[in-house]
C-alpha cells in the first residue's frame, strides 16, 4: 500500500479539518480531475502520504497498490475474478493509474509510477 485518498463534498473544510487536527500540508496538482497531493508527515519517518479530491457519485475514495507494469496486472486482475472501474490514466508526474474492483466490489487503485527521469 503506497497511497489514500478522501473524497470530499467540501474541500476547504476538509483540507483546515486534516490541516489542524495532524498538521498535514495539502497541495495542488495537474491531473485530469482537480485533485490535492497530502503529506501527512516528515519524509524521513514511515508511513504513507494520500491525496484530496471531490466526492461524486462516480468517484469513490481509493487505497492505491503499487505495481511495475499496470498492463500486467490488468490482465492478473481480471483472470483471478476482479474487474476494471476505470481506464487507465496518466497523472503527470506520478504515472499511470486504474481503478479496479476485487471479486466482491470491493474498489482499490493500481499505480504504475513513472520513472525518476519522466517527473
Known sequence: MIHFEIAAKDIETIQHFYTKTFGWKFRKIKAPIEYWRIRTGDEKEPGIDGGLFKKTLLMNANNVIAV????????KVRKN???MASPK???????RIAVFRDPE????????AEPEEKR
Not at 68 to 75: A, R
Not at 105 to 112: I, K, P, S, T
Open 105 to 112: 466490489g470491493n474498489e482499490f487503485g493500481l499505480l504504475e
Open 81 to 83: 475474478g476482479g474487474s
Open 68 to 75: 511495475p507494469s499496470l498492463d500486467y496486472y490488468v490482465n
Open 89 to 95: 490514466v496518466r497523472v503527470p508526474g506520478i504515472g
